[in-house]
């Protein structure tokens, strides 16, 4: 089991940004997974948004946030992040970090092993 805990969210501005931060609880280091974000909004399945490999060389986003999020991780502070910028309405959900000994590319295919709670990311127009 990996303690995954999010914190970040809240409600902010169309054109607003927000860090989301994911950090591992206990005795637990997140170094030895690939890490990733996914959301959920309302009556919708759970997505992909972004994925880090356990380096952070390389990173994986989904078209709908290209060039607007940007994932990265600090090993050393056992935490990931998720800067979102330009956000718009249609990025309202509840966003959940994850991670996987599998490959950051598989989190693409919403390949994970572990769940966070979840944070909610509201953005009003």
């Known amino acids: 089991q990996v303690p995954l805990v999010e914190s970040g969210g809240g409600l902010v501005q169309a054109g607003g940004s927000l860090r989301l931060s994911c950090g591992a609880s206990?005795?637990?280091?997140?170094?030895?997974?690939?890490m990733g974000w996914f959301r959920q909004a309302p009556v919708k399945d759970r997505e992909f948004v972004a994925a880090?490999?356990?380096?952070?060389?390389?990173?994986y986003y989904a078209d709908s946030v290209k060039g607007r999020f940007t994932i990265s991780r600090d090993n050393a502070k056992n935490t990931v992040y998720l800067q979102m910028n330009s956000l718009k309405p249609e990025d309202t959900a509840v966003y959940y970090c994850?991670?996987?000994?599998?490959?950051?590319?598989?989190?693409?295919?919403?390949?994970?092993?572990?769940w966070g709670q979840g944070t909610q990311v509201t953005v009003a127009s």
């Open positions: 994850a991670a996987t000994r599998n490959t950051a590319q598989a989190m693409t295919r919403m390949t994970t092993d572990y």
């Open positions: 206990g005795h637990t280091f997140i170094s030895s997974y690939a």
């Open positions: 880090i490999s356990w380096s952070g060389g390389t990173t």
